[in-house]
């Protein structure tokens, strides 16, 4: 769980410190980005997108689809959205430590806002993509696009139930040989 959600905030290969479960962690996330980028419903969730976005069409896809997953959470777990969050800022909080500097300082605000909860309503999708816009100064104009999340909602969703599926496939395999690895070394 750690080495998935600080993935984004560790450089190269300077991870090795780490513990082999949050390096595996490290190494799925990135595995997970790989497929998703190169994935064709990605890729036409990605041209319905409004042209203006330019690089930043990813990006913005994946967070249209943790909305969708926040969304339908019920659909994928057992455990409640409320319940699952609660965990993961709880234990953030227990390994602060181990954290890199942005994701501390994205820390609190992603607790103070509630972002993985509220990403399953377009408010906080909203919030998530100003806050975007103001970290990339306005680069790629990501607050619009939640324009793009209202008008195009059920195309969206329903490449992302496509999607999500070849995921949990991908990612449960991918999770095996990442263990695999683990224990050969």
């Known amino acids: 769980m750690i080495g998935n959600f600080i993935a984004d905030h560790i450089k190269g290969n300077q991870f090795t410190h780490l513990s082999s479960e949050i390096q595996q962690g490290i190494k799925l996330h990135r595995e997970i980005d790989t497929f998703t980028d190169a994935h064709k419903i990605t890729r ?8 203006r976005y330019g690089l930043f069409a990813g990006i913005i896809i994946d967070i249209f689809y943790d909305h969708y997953l926040a969304k339908n ?3 994928y777990s057992a455990m409640p959205l409320d319940i699952y969050v609660n ?19 994205l820390m609190p605000y992603m607790i103070q806002y509630n972002w993985l909860y509220n990403y399953q309503y377009k408010e906080g999708i909203k919030s998530v993509l100003n806050g975007m816009n103001r970290r990339t100064n306005n680069k790629g104009q990501i607050d619009l696009a939640i324009e793009d999340l209202y008008q195009l909602d059920e195309d969206f969703e329903k ?5 999500f599926e070849d995921l949990r496939i991908f990612s449960h395999q991918k999770i095996k040989q990442l263990q695999q690895q683990n224990t050969q070394t």
């Open 73 to 75: 959470w019920s659909n």
């Open 159 to 163: 490449d992302f139930q496509l999607f």
């Open 44 to 51: 036409i969730s990605k041209r319905r997108l409004h042209k």
């Open 87 to 105: 965990s993961v800022y709880q234990l953030l909080d227990h390994q602060k430590e181990i954290l890199p500097e942005k994701t501390l300082q």
